[in-house]
């Protein structure tokens, strides 16, 4: 990514390009936020609950894509705190031939200046060093992308709908030389693949009422 990404023209992918992914939350006339992807699923469907579905991001900012047969990874360092980047290798669904696939992900803000944990995080995994590495923070953050687990002692996953998956098995860059061109759903004007940006909206603006009641209550400003 030292080379600025540049708008594609088409919506059309070779299995094994790379979609360059930006998520994006406008936080203009608000507190410094810093933005993460929870979570992003593929689906053949539009909606996170359809089946079969592939986890592209889980476990709370895990790009867990990069440890299947691609180079799937965070860009780092980020160009802004409220700016999140991201590629992913395509591919489609060893179950399904279809030529399109939905994306769908759960972004979430945190004040800029909260320092990342389990929690809060981007983490991709090294096939060099075999080992996951934050886009910020402390190495140790990452370590829960190994177990699965990532949720803080109080919490519980069976709480959470997107742990119910069926999921897809990935058909990606091995069998490129024999699949044809397909399509990700992706809105206009994206950046070089989807800008996650309406999700990323409605968390942000949440999110900022709790912090800004919560910094009214206290009288800091």
Same mark, same amino acid.
């Given at each position: 990514?030292?080379?600025?990404?540049?708008?594609?023209?088409?919506?059309?992918?070779?299995?094994?390009?790379?979609?360059?992914?930006?998520?994006?939350?406008? /936080?203009?006339?608000?507190?410094?936020?810093?933005?993460?992807?929870?979570?992003?699923?593929?689906?053949?469907?539009?909606?996170?609950?359809?089946?079969?579905?592939?986890?592209?991001?889980?476990?709370?900012?895990?790009?867990?894509?990069?440890?299947?047969?691609?180079?799937?990874?965070?860009?780092?360092?980020?160009?802004?705190?409220?700016?999140?980047?991201?590629?992913?290798?395509?591919?489609?669904?060893?179950?399904?031939?279809?030529?399109?696939?939905?994306?769908?992900?759960?972004?979430?803000?945190?004040?800029?200046?909260?320092?990342?944990?389990?929690?809060?995080?981007?983490?991709?995994?090294?096939?060099?060093?075999?080992?996951?590495?934050?886009?910020?923070?402390?190495?140790?953050?990452?370590?829960?992308?190994?177990?699965?687990?990532?949720?803080?002692?109080?919490?519980?996953?069976?709480?959470?709908?997107?742990?119910?998956?069926?999921?897809?098995?990935?058909?990606?860059?091995?069998?490129?030389?024999?699949?044809?061109?397909?399509?990700?759903?992706?809105?206009?004007? /994206?950046?070089?693949?989807?800008?996650?940006?309406?999700?990323?909206?409605?968390?942000?603006?949440?999110?900022?009422?709790?912090?800004?009641?919560?910094?009214?209550?206290?009288?800091?400003?």
């Amino acid at each position: 990514m030292e080379e600025a990404a540049t708008l594609r023209t088409t919506n059309g992918y070779q299995l094994g390009d790379a979609m360059y992914i930006q998520a994006a939350v406008d /936080t203009n006339n608000h507190m410094p936020l810093r933005l993460f992807v929870d979570r992003c699923v593929a689906t053949l469907s539009p909606g996170r609950q359809s089946t079969p579905l592939y986890p592209i991001i889980d476990y709370k900012g895990c790009l867990v894509d990069g440890k299947s047969d691609s180079n799937s990874t965070f860009v780092s360092p980020r160009p802004k705190d409220d700016v999140l980047q991201f590629t992913v290798d395509t591919f489609r669904f060893a179950e399904d031939p279809g030529d399109l696939i939905y994306i769908t992900c759960h972004l979430k803000v945190s004040a800029a200046g909260q320092t990342p944990d389990p929690e809060n995080k981007a983490c991709s995994f090294s096939k060099a060093t075999n080992r996951w590495t934050p886009v910020e923070g402390t190495q140790d953050i990452c370590a829960c992308c190994e177990t699965g687990n990532c949720d803080l002692p109080d919490q519980s996953r069976s709480v959470n709908t997107w742990d119910r998956w069926l999921t897809g098995r990935r058909l990606g860059r091995d069998a490129a030389a024999k699949q044809g061109v397909f399509s990700f759903l992706q809105a206009p004007g /994206t950046l070089v693949g989807l800008i996650l940006i309406a999700i990323a909206v409605i968390l942000a603006l949440i999110t900022l009422g709790i912090l800004y009641y919560r910094k009214r209550r206290s009288g800091s400003y």
